[in-house]
């Protein structure tokens, strides 16, 4: 019986966090709608706004290119290129003036040395790496235990779970990362020009919508560690 009640756990537990992601996902992509009708009032492009928001921070070695897809915008601190998607770069929608002020963040926060940033590079292939291991261990673990090696099953099972839980802590350092990148937008957007204080509300809104889609696949990492853990109990208990 409290197999069964395992197995139901383990196949819904998962539900609440998808339905959260898929509610954030569909909010992320209202936000950047209704704001990506509205357009700034002084005509200025994302492209634009961000050379004005990395000239007053005193950033001048980054390089802003326009790419392929919806919301792939991106900084990358390895080559100092800020990217911006093709409806962004050119738009002057108070959506795309917030996403790429958003990334222009992260500009700023890779030219002043910003601690978790750097952490957050720093963990970064430790973090896949470590959440890379779980299937191999896992399988490992199960085959050990179906030749009765349940010692050393034990030992891989848990060690894939672990290593899971390591990548999930890990990711923990993206959330302060990102905040802080927004709020330096917000700032940014106002203090260049680029938006007045009633614009900045709408980018704001956008903002927000988007963070939370950080914490969204951060409920999602917990609720299949929890799986993971429970799958690892039942091979045990078999
Ligand atoms: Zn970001």
Redesign the pocket.
């Known amino acids: 019986m409290e197999f069964y009640f395992m197995y139901i756990l383990m196949g819904i537990i998962l539900l609440p966090g998808l339905i959260y992601a898929s509610v954030v996902s569909a909010k992320v992509n209202s936000a950047f709608k209704t704001y990506s009708s509205v357009c700034s009032s002084k005509g200025i492009t994302a492209k634009q706004a961000c050379e004005m928001i990395l000239r007053n921070a005193g950033v001048n070695d980054v390089k802003i290119v326009e790419i392929n897809g919806h919301l792939t915008?991106?900084?990358n601190t390895s080559n100092k290129t800020l990217s911006l998607s093709q409806s962004v770069y050119n738009s002057t929608s108070i959506s795309a003036l917030g996403v790429a002020a958003?990334?222009a963040?992260?500009a700023i926060q890779h030219a002043e040395g910003y601690a978790p940033l750097k952490m957050r590079h720093a963990i970064g292939t430790l973090s896949n790496f470590c959440s890379s291991l779980l299937w191999p261990l896992l399988i490992i673990g199960i085959v050990l235990s179906c030749l009765s090696m349940f010692e050393w099953g034990d030992i891989f099972l848990w060690g894939g779970v672990g290593f899971f839980g390591l990548a999930v802590i890990f990711s923990l350092i993206t959330l302060p990362?990102?905040t802080n990148?927004?709020k330096r937008a917000l700032t940014c957007l106002v203090n260049s020009g680029a938006l007045d204080q009633t614009e900045v509300r709408g980018a704001k809104v956008v903002l927000d919508a988007?963070a939370k889609t950080?914490v969204a696949a951060l409920v999602v990492s917990i609720l299949n560690l929890i799986r993971f853990v429970l799958a690892v109990l039942l091979t045990r208990d078999r």
Do not use: T
């Open positions: 915008d991106n900084y958003h990334e963040g992260h990362v990102e990148a927004s988007a950080y």
